[in-house]
């Protein structure tokens, strides 16, 4: 007997939709974002979170710099702040950002001993809110964070991508997640880009058959 049950896709809300992509990197990185940002349609209808090591009183300056290079809003995280596609997110210096819903939680920023772990820690929270529409994309940098959040990324039906070695201006943390076994595709900034672009399209795609079952 036919019960009416609807797919689950389709029961979901339209914010349980939405992709986080998050670009953890830190010496190097700020090269990669410029490139990734500068090549990516203003409308994939993902969003994108900037997870950067950096000085616990440094300045602001991706938010100043990368709006030259993206359409996107380029905005800081506030505690609290709804994820929106479309945006790109910049986490301030000196805080660790995780994902609550549809939210940003900021705490801050506790430093153990040797490299910073802030990207492993937002990774960790993204693959249990967004589960397969979490991607997260490791660029140049120092020491290997990021890497220990990448299996749960992968469990939970996510994307991972790393920065081919050759085009990092450190390859420690691309290296490092290569390690895991979780990476699913080496890439250039231009190849991320457009990786990037090809699956907000298909995603697009889907989300659009979804409402159209829910209408």
């Not at 993902?46 to 950067?52: E, L, T």
């Not at 950096?54 to 990368?66: M, N, R, S, W, Y």
């Not at 920023?109 to 994309?137: C, E, M, T």
Request: with cysteine; glycine share 8%.
């Amino acid at each position: 007997m036919n019960t009416g049950t609807k797919n689950p896709e389709a029961q979901s809300k339209p914010s349980d939709q939405l992709s986080v992509v998050c670009f953890g990197a830190s010496a190097g990185g700020f090269e990669a974002y410029c490139t990734i940002l500068s090549l990516l349609a203003a409308d994939t209808g993902m969003a994108y979170i900037i997870v950067h090591h950096q000085p616990t009183d440094g300045k602001p300056l991706l938010v100043e710099i990368l709006p030259k290079k993206t359409k996107m809003p380029v905005v800081l995280v506030t505690d609290g702040e709804s994820v929106k596609a479309n945006h790109v997110y910049v986490v301030p210096a000196g805080k660790q950002v995780t994902m609550d819903g549809e939210t940003f939680r900021l705490t801050p920023l506790v430093k153990p001993p040797g490299w910073p772990k802030n990207i492993s820690i937002f990774l960790q929270s993204l693959a249990d809110d967004r589960q397969k529409r979490a991607i997260a994309v490791i660029l140049s940098g120092f020491d290997s964070d990021g890497a220990a959040a990448l299996k749960s990324i992968k469990d939970a039906g996510g994307l991972v991508f790393a920065q081919k070695f050759q085009t990092a201006r450190q390859p420690d943390m691309p290296q490092s997640a290569v390690k895991t076994g979780c990476v699913d595709r080496l890439l250039s900034p231009t190849e991320i880009a457009a990786q990037l672009g090809l699956i907000g399209k298909e995603r697009g795609r889907l989300t659009e058959r979804i409402q159209k079952q829910l209408d």
